[in-house]
């Protein structure tokens, strides 16, 4: 059962900054349309293209500077 208060934001994600969001477990993610094949330029990063995801933060407990930290993380792992 779904909770009225999940937030949900529309992003543009390139492969990558997606995958954060596929490990993180407070946050579902889905591709908003699976058929589209125009790459546009990842919200994150804007220096990779992407598709565009639903992301829907299942608790508010958490703020938006996780992600910007485990995005600095895995940025600094990958070089
Ligand atoms: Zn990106």
Known sequence: MQQKST???????CASCAGIFYDMPE??????????VEK??????S???GYDFIITRKSSMRNDENV????MERRRQNG
């Open 7 to 13: 937030q949900e934001m529309e992003l543009c994600l």
């Open 27 to 36: 946050y579902r993610i889905v591709r908003k349309n699976p058929y589209q």
């Open 40 to 45: 546009e330029p990842c919200t994150y990063c």
């Open 47 to 49: 220096c990779r293209l």
């Open 68 to 71: 910007r930290n485990r995005m």
